[in-house]
Protein backbone atom coordinates (compact mmCIF):
# COMPACT_ATOMS: atom_id res chain seq x y z
CA UNK A 1 0.00 0.00 0.00
CA UNK A 2 1.50 3.25 -0.83
CA UNK A 3 1.39 6.69 1.28
CA UNK A 4 -1.69 7.74 -0.66
CA UNK A 5 -3.65 4.65 -0.28
CA UNK A 6 -2.78 4.96 3.44
CA UNK A 7 -4.28 8.33 4.01
CA UNK A 8 -7.43 7.51 1.95
CA UNK A 9 -7.64 4.52 4.16
CA UNK A 10 -7.54 6.29 7.34
CA UNK A 11 -9.98 9.46 5.98
CA UNK A 12 -12.34 7.03 5.00
CA UNK A 13 -12.83 5.24 8.82
CA UNK A 14 -12.48 8.60 10.23
CA UNK A 15 -15.66 9.61 8.33
CA UNK A 16 -17.15 5.96 8.75
CA UNK A 17 -17.22 6.17 12.87
CA UNK A 18 -19.39 9.02 14.73
CA UNK A 19 -17.54 9.91 17.83
CA UNK A 20 -20.38 8.34 19.92
CA UNK A 21 -19.27 4.55 18.16
CA UNK A 22 -15.63 4.68 19.17
CA UNK A 23 -14.34 2.91 21.73
CA UNK A 24 -10.51 2.93 22.72
CA UNK A 25 -8.80 -0.63 24.48
CA UNK A 26 -8.26 0.38 28.11
CA UNK A 27 -4.28 1.09 28.56
CA UNK A 28 -2.00 -1.42 30.03
CA UNK A 29 -1.34 0.88 33.84
CA UNK A 30 -5.31 0.95 34.59
CA UNK A 31 -5.07 -2.54 35.91
CA UNK A 32 -9.27 -3.17 36.23
CA UNK A 33 -12.70 -1.71 34.89
CA UNK A 34 -13.95 -1.50 32.11
CA UNK A 35 -11.79 -3.18 28.89
CA UNK A 36 -13.31 -0.89 26.20
CA UNK A 37 -13.53 3.05 26.95
CA UNK A 38 -14.96 5.94 25.97
CA UNK A 39 -13.18 8.98 24.57
CA UNK A 40 -13.76 11.08 27.16
CA UNK A 41 -12.77 8.47 29.53
CA UNK A 42 -9.60 6.95 27.44
CA UNK A 43 -8.76 11.25 27.67
CA UNK A 44 -8.64 10.96 31.27
CA UNK A 45 -6.62 7.57 31.52
CA UNK A 46 -5.05 7.55 28.43
CA UNK A 47 -1.88 9.53 29.50
CA UNK A 48 -0.30 7.62 32.49
CA UNK A 49 0.17 10.85 34.57
CA UNK A 50 -3.29 11.80 34.47
CA UNK A 51 -4.28 8.50 35.49
CA UNK A 52 -1.87 9.20 38.53
CA UNK A 53 -3.33 12.34 39.16
CA UNK A 54 -6.39 10.52 38.83
CA UNK A 55 -5.39 7.87 41.68
CA UNK A 56 -3.80 10.63 43.82
CA UNK A 57 -7.13 12.40 43.91
CA UNK A 58 -8.76 8.94 45.12
CA UNK A 59 -6.93 8.43 48.32
CA UNK A 60 -7.39 12.36 48.98
CA UNK A 61 -11.28 12.98 49.72
CA UNK A 62 -10.36 16.30 50.74
CA UNK A 63 -8.45 16.99 47.87
CA UNK A 64 -5.15 18.48 46.99
CA UNK A 65 -3.22 21.18 45.50
CA UNK A 66 -1.92 22.41 42.45
CA UNK A 67 1.73 22.47 44.21
CA UNK A 68 1.04 19.19 46.42
CA UNK A 69 0.72 17.27 42.86
CA UNK A 70 3.53 18.79 41.19
CA UNK A 71 6.13 17.89 44.15
CA UNK A 72 4.56 14.50 44.19
CA UNK A 73 4.11 13.77 40.41
CA UNK A 74 7.51 15.69 39.94
CA UNK A 75 6.41 17.15 36.87
CA UNK A 76 6.63 21.29 36.12
CA UNK A 77 3.85 22.81 37.35
CA UNK A 78 2.49 23.93 33.91
CA UNK A 79 2.06 20.10 33.21
CA UNK A 80 0.39 19.15 35.59
CA UNK A 81 -2.48 21.87 35.83
CA UNK A 82 -2.60 21.01 31.68
CA UNK A 83 -3.47 17.15 33.10
CA UNK A 84 -5.73 18.69 35.35
CA UNK A 85 -7.87 21.51 33.01
CA UNK A 86 -8.06 17.98 30.72
CA UNK A 87 -9.55 16.04 34.18
CA UNK A 88 -11.44 18.95 34.51
CA UNK A 89 -13.47 18.71 30.71
CA UNK A 90 -14.41 15.19 31.25
CA UNK A 91 -15.48 16.01 34.59
CA UNK A 92 -13.48 14.04 36.54
CA UNK A 93 -11.95 16.55 38.99
CA UNK A 94 -13.78 19.49 40.44
CA UNK A 95 -11.74 22.88 41.94
CA UNK A 96 -12.29 24.74 44.70
CA UNK A 97 -11.29 28.18 45.85
CA UNK A 98 -9.30 28.40 49.04
CA UNK A 99 -8.08 31.34 49.11
CA UNK A 100 -5.30 31.95 46.54
CA UNK A 101 -5.22 28.14 46.15
CA UNK A 102 -7.29 25.48 43.83
CA UNK A 103 -8.39 22.50 45.77
CA UNK A 104 -8.25 19.84 43.62
CA UNK A 105 -10.97 16.48 44.11
CA UNK A 106 -12.11 13.53 42.65
CA UNK A 107 -15.68 13.44 41.25
CA UNK A 108 -16.39 9.79 42.40
CA UNK A 109 -19.64 10.29 40.39
CA UNK A 110 -18.35 10.77 36.33
CA UNK A 111 -18.93 9.05 33.70
CA UNK A 112 -15.61 7.54 33.84
CA UNK A 113 -15.67 5.97 37.27
CA UNK A 114 -19.49 5.10 37.82
CA UNK A 115 -19.90 3.67 33.77
CA UNK A 116 -16.36 2.77 32.61
CA UNK A 117 -15.43 1.56 35.88
CA UNK A 118 -12.08 3.11 36.05
CA UNK A 119 -10.59 2.02 39.43
CA UNK A 120 -8.88 5.60 41.30
CA UNK A 121 -7.32 3.99 44.21
Known amino acids: MNQHEVG ?3 QKI ?13 PEWVKSGEEWL ?13 YKLICMLGKEREGLTVGALT ?4 LKQP ?4 HLQVLKSVDAVEAKERG ?14 EE ?6
Not at 100 to 113: D, G, S, V
Open 8 to 10: TTR
Open 14 to 26: KKAESPEDRVYKR
Open 38 to 50: CPECFKAVGDKNR
Open 71 to 74: KELK
Open 79 to 82: TVTH
Open 100 to 113: RERIYTLNREAHCF
Open 116 to 121: CQIPYN
